[in-house]
């Protein structure tokens, strides 16, 4: 079974510009998780989609964004970039609900904003 | 809020030791899960095991291991006979059994395994 893919592996983009990542889905699985690690801030948690639904949102700004399609592909969205948001951005499914189900990433996306 | 500590921000072993990563953490819940990931350098994150608090025997895969103490609070991995491909950054998380949240990462330990 293949496992999560993430789209494109490598940005760079500048400030002002805005960006959209794409997350698909270990097969069967319908959650889907975005994190943004830095060095300095480590794993942060951005949203969680379920069936196209967000259903948790950690605390970023409103210039980020996301969504998921009905075969449970998920993609995020970053409005008018800013320096500090360059990172890598990693996606992780699961099969149905955070609550009980085991994580599994994909490679990242590493976003470089100049 | 649950919060996870991994006071360890470096370490290195020699090929064939063992290798014991520490992990802390704070809840107020009894139902829970704790993950241990890898993130080689090639950054792929990859799930090394993972402990159901509800169970008191430590989970085991191969050649990592836990010691889960409930009461204190600890998840500790242990690596035995390292090998190469064993470094990376190593992360411990939580995730609450109940309600809809997410995962909660340490700040990671990068080990090294030294030839």
């Known amino acids: 079974k293949a496992g999560v893919t993430q789209t494109p592996r490598y940005l760079i983009k500048t400030r002002g510009q805005q960006v959209t990542l794409s997350c698909s889905p270990i097969s069967g699985h319908r959650s889907v998780s975005w994190y943004q690690q830095t060095p300095g801030q480590g794993l942060q948690f951005l949203f969680e989609?379920?069936?196209?639904?967000?259903?948790n949102k950690g605390n970023f700004p409103g210039r980020f964004s996301g969504r998921q399609f009905s075969n449970s592909r998920s993609e995020m969205n970053v409005s008018t970039l800013e320096l500090g948001d360059s990172a890598l951005y990693l996606c992780?499914?699961?099969?149905?609900?955070?609550?009980?189900?085991?994580?599994?990433f994909g490679p990242g996306t590493r976003l470089t904003v100049l | 809020a649950q919060t996870v500590t991994q006071s360890q921000p470096e370490m290195s072993v020699q090929e064939a030791e063992t290798v014991t990563l520490s992990c802390t953490y704070d809840t107020s819940e009894n139902n829970y899960y704790l993950f241990w990931y890898k993130q080689p350098p090639s950054r792929q994150m990859i799930l090394v095991i993972r402990q159901e608090a509800y169970k008191q025997q430590n989970a085991t895969e191969n050649r990592f291991s836990v010691n889960f103490q409930k009461a204190a609070k600890s998840f500790s991995l242990k690596i035995s006979d390292s090998q190469l491909g064993d470094t990376a950054m190593y992360f411990c998380a939580y995730l609450s059994s109940g309600g809809n949240t997410p995962l909660v990462f340490g700040k990671g330990t990068r080990l090294s395994v030294i030839a």
């Open positions: 992780a499914s699961s099969l149905a609900d955070l609550s009980t189900d085991t994580q599994y």
């Open positions: 989609y379920f069936s196209e639904t967000q259903r």
